[in-house]
């Protein structure tokens, strides 16, 4: 193994070490050290990472510069080794137009898509959707986290979920409202009635008894937003976006509420599992409701000095 080779070594160790998972720098770093030593390269330098970045030809510049952000990250590691190493700059590919802006599910959207749920052929893939959704709908729990879900995460007695390895492998616990439970436990009755002999922990199951996979659940999705109509050639649903609208939702309620936001964000940041509220902030982007409720407060607390 070349010396690039075990300092790449070392440095995936130590950012795992930090929680950060890596699983896509895992799989392109590797081939960008064979890559620098193919081409006899002791040193890494902007120029192989910048074309290294570009081997792919078939892509959107955006993989173009995803590649380059990971050996970016690699060289500014290095370069605390080897004082030599270039860092390439940041700004070489551009990178779209960012995030997509978020559908935000109405409870007429989300029962519509509950019942087509309900109208799955196999009982049991039926019972199991209608109940995934309709959690990822009130707890704002990420997919990943909820198709991870063990039976025994679930408690049902005290009402809480508990996520053992969230991003960045933080685990919390996710209180939930007593409807809430209430569904899940009645899923939980009619999963073991349709399948008495499962074949996995996992908490949401599929026909076979085996844990659900999320591009089944995607799948999943996709024809039942289409449909009921959700789904058009212009406006196109995501399951992450039945997280955001969750934020979104109850950032509206408290509003209406009158509860103290600020204090409140930091509340909803935990319950969320972000690692600091700047993450939870970009959630409540794009919601006008929200926006006019925000404004009338501000006017109400500040109009007063007009």
């Not at 999320?214 to 109509?229: C, E, H, I, K, M």
Request: net charge positive; aromatic share 8%.
């Amino acid at each position: 193994m070349s010396a690039l080779g075990r300092h790449l070594e070392d440095y995936l160790r130590l950012r795992r070490a930090l929680g950060f998972k890596l699983k896509r720098e895992g799989e392109v770093l590797p081939q960008f050290v064979a890559y620098l030593d193919a081409a006899g390269a002791a040193t890494l330098t902007a120029e192989l990472a910048i074309a290294w970045a570009q081997l792919p030809t078939d892509v959107q510049p955006i993989t173009w510069a995803q590649r380059l952000g990971a050996a970016r990250q690699f060289a500014t590691y290095l370069k605390t080794i080897d004082p030599a190493t270039e860092v390439p700059p940041c700004d070489v590919f551009a990178r779209g137009a960012g995030r997509p802006a978020p559908y935000l599910w109405s409870e007429g959207d989300i029962r519509r898509l509950l019942e087509a749920a309900r109208q799955l052929r196999s009982p049991l893939r039926a019972a199991t959707h209608e109940a995934l959704f309709g959690l990822l709908a009130v707890s704002g729990l990420r997919v990943g986290e909820a198709l991870a879900l063990h039976r025994d995460d679930v408690d049902l007695a005290a009402g809480v979920i508990t996520v053992r390895e969230g991003k960045f492998r933080r685990a919390r616990l996710v209180p939930l409202h007593p409807s809430a439970t209430e569904a899940l436990g009645s899923y939980a009755a009619r999963r073991e009635r349709l399948c008495p002999r499962l074949r996995s922990r996992a908490f949401f199951v599929s026909s076979a008894g085996t844990p659900l996979g999320y591009s089944s659940v995607r799948g999943t999705f996709n024809q039942l937003t289409t449909a009921t109509g959700l789904r058009s050639a212009s406006v196109r649903p995501r399951l992450h976006d039945l997280r955001h609208s969750f934020a979104v939702h109850t950032l509206v309620e408290w509003h209406r509420s009158g509860v103290e936001i600020e204090g409140g964000m930091a509340v909803l940041s935990s319950y969320l599992g972000h690692v600091n509220p700047a993450g939870t902030y970009w959630y409540l982007s794009a919601a006008p409701e929200l926006m006019e409720l925000a404004a009338a407060r501000l006017d109400g607390r500040f109009g007063a000095l007009r």
